[in-house]
Each structure stands twice: as structure tokens, then as C-alpha cells.
């Protein structure tokens, strides 16, 4: 394999080092666990700054294909279960297909600095505010799922849409963006003292948390997306068929 970086490309050389990286995660030596070569020795065999190469380690360790432990290394990640569905609706759409009536208890918009894992995602600087989207919503009797979205600035929300409205057809309508792709990870986890008193359960009580990655037509990152549900209101059903 031809392990280097075109300094001449039009091709960011953060990108650049992005696709040696994932040729790495693909070569069989790799993929018994052994480490990557490290920083110090990768970055000067492309020429680049380290700050460089971590930039495009950043957005494989996010995407979970690498691990990382400080003072060890980086080595490729082991594949993790996970399910698939290839057709996804918003919330909204979801309990308006099922006949459940959807109440918003809370919602809330500011602007803030987004985290490392936010930025990461975006492939934005953490200095820049993004908004904010917190919405508690479940049936009449109560909440049941406490949602918590980032959006891209690129996108144009301004925060004086009406988010009583589903989003998708906000952003469709009025910001003529269509997401097109949603990744989605499940995990299980114990309510914290924020959670459990949104959803008004007990502190440490069970708690799904849905983190959706959503993107546009052209595979650009548009809405970073949590949901912490009551593991008693949840089930993720997926449909598999054997060709």
C-alpha cells in the first residue's frame, strides 16, 4: 500500500489522511487488534502536523472503527452489534403512524459552544455557538422520552421557527434541507438526576438512550440527536428479511 499524502491535492490533507487511515483499518494485520503506528512516526512519515492526523483520527474514533487509550495507542475497533432500519421517520411521524397522541411537555432553544463530540461530528471549531433544540414530550399521562438535538449552522435554523411543528418538515419547508440518511445507536444506561427527573423516574432507574447521527442529500452532517426514553415506553423493533 502507497502510504503517503499528494501535498499538491485540492484534497484537504486532513481528508487525505481520513482515507490512509481507513486503508489501515482494512489491512488484515490491523484488524487483530494490533496498534497503529503512533502519532509522532505516522505524522512525520505524511508530512503533516500532528494536529492534522488527529483530526482525522478524531472522526474515526467518533465513527467507533477506531479505539483509543492514552499513553497505549490507537488500534481498530472490534465490530459491535447493531441494528439497522433502511426506512426511518421522525418522532413525530413515528407516533402519528402508530395513532398515539403526542403531548410536549417542555421545549427549550438557546445557542451554545458545542461539545468536542458534537464539533467532531459537524466537523466544526468548538468556539462557534450552535443551536440547541430540548423537547420532553410523551402521551397525555406523562413523558416518557426527553430529546436533546444539535444543528449544523449551515442548515439556517434561526430559533424563531415553530418547533411545535415536526422538524424534518421544518427544515424541508423552510430551509430547503431534506434528511436523507439516519444512523442510529442504542444503548441502555442508568438515569442520572437530570433524566430521571424529566422523565419522573426513580434515580437510576433504567434509561434508553437513541442517539440519532442525521445527514442530507449530500451526506453532510445536519442534526446531532439524543433520546432518553423510559426503558418501560420503548422497544426498537427491526424487521429483517433473508434474501
Known sequence: MQFKIDHKSPIPLHIQAENLLRELIDDPQYQ???????EVNLSKQLAISRTTLRQALNKLVYEGLLTRKKGVG??????????????WLSFSQEMKARGIPI??????????????????FFEIKTDKKILKLERLRGRNEGPFVYFVSYFHPRVGL?????????????LEKEHMVIAQLSKE??????????ISGKLDTELGSPILLRKRFV??????????????????????TVESRRE
Request: glycine residues 4%; hydrophobic residues 35%.
Open 215 to 236: 445527514y442530507d442529500q449530500a451526506d453532510r452532517p445536519i442534526e446531532y440527536n439524543l433520546g432518553y426514553y423510559r426503558a418501560d415506553s420503548f422497544v426498537y
Open 32 to 38: 487483530g487488534g494490533k496498534f497503529l503506528p503512533n
Open 74 to 87: 490507537t488500534k481498530v475497533a472490534q465490530p459491535s452489534v447493531s441494528s439497522k432500519s433502511m426506512n
Open 158 to 170: 434561526t430559533g424563531e421557527e415553530d418547533f411545535t411543528r415536526p422538524l424534518y418538515e421544518i
Open 103 to 120: 403531548k410536549n411537555f417542555e421545549l427549550h432553544l438557546s445557542w451554545v459552544f458545542p461539545e468536542e463530540k458534537v464539533a467532531n
Open 185 to 194: 445507536e442504542i444503548s441502555a444506561r442508568a438515569a442520572d438526576k437530570l
